[in-house]
Nanobody, 132 residues
Framework: QVQLVESGGGLVQPGGSLRLSCAASGFTLDYYVIGWFRQAPGKEREGVSCISSSSSSTYYRDSAKGRFTISRDNAKNTLYLQMNSLKPEDTAVYYC?????????????????????????WGQGTQVTVSS
């Protein structure tokens, strides 16, 4: 059974940090594109960051550049999102997702991160709240 389980969310003050994890079971992440998406109340789910199967290509939405870092540990079958300098506007439910596509170029990763319909598997989400 394919399963993605996120963890690491919580309440943090502005300027603080959180590290989200996404553990996969039932399949191996090695060959697929993985991404982090988020959805704030009343808003569309949006791609935050995506990474290619080889980790050679990554994409970050503009608001995440310089603050967030996506990484994957294929040996542990786990995806991570390190979030620093958090802002109240980062408050959302964060989801990890997997697209069973072996895409490697930066342009393709960027395009995929804007098309959540291409991602076949989703976690249940973890709440991130940035507030003083």
């Amino acid at each position: 059974q394919v399963q993605l389980v996120e963890s690491g969310g919580g309440l943090v003050q502005p300027g603080g940090s959180l590290r989200l994890s996404c553990a996969a079971s039932g399949f191996t992440l090695d060959y697929y594109v993985i991404g982090w998406f988020r959805q704030a109340p009343g808003k569309e789910r949006e791609g935050v960051s995506c990474i290619s199967s080889s980790s050679s290509s990554t994409y970050y939405r503009d608001s995440a550049k310089g603050r967030f870092t996506i990484s994957r540990d294929n040996a542990k079958n786990t995806l991570y999102l390190q979030m620093n300098s958090l802002k109240p506007e980062d408050t959302a439910v964060y989801y990890c997702a997997v697209a069973k596509k072996a895409v490697t170029t930066v342009q393709a990763i960027q395009a995929m991160c804007h098309m959540r319909g291409l991602f076949e598997y989703w976690g249940q989400g973890t709440q991130v709240t940035v507030s003083s």
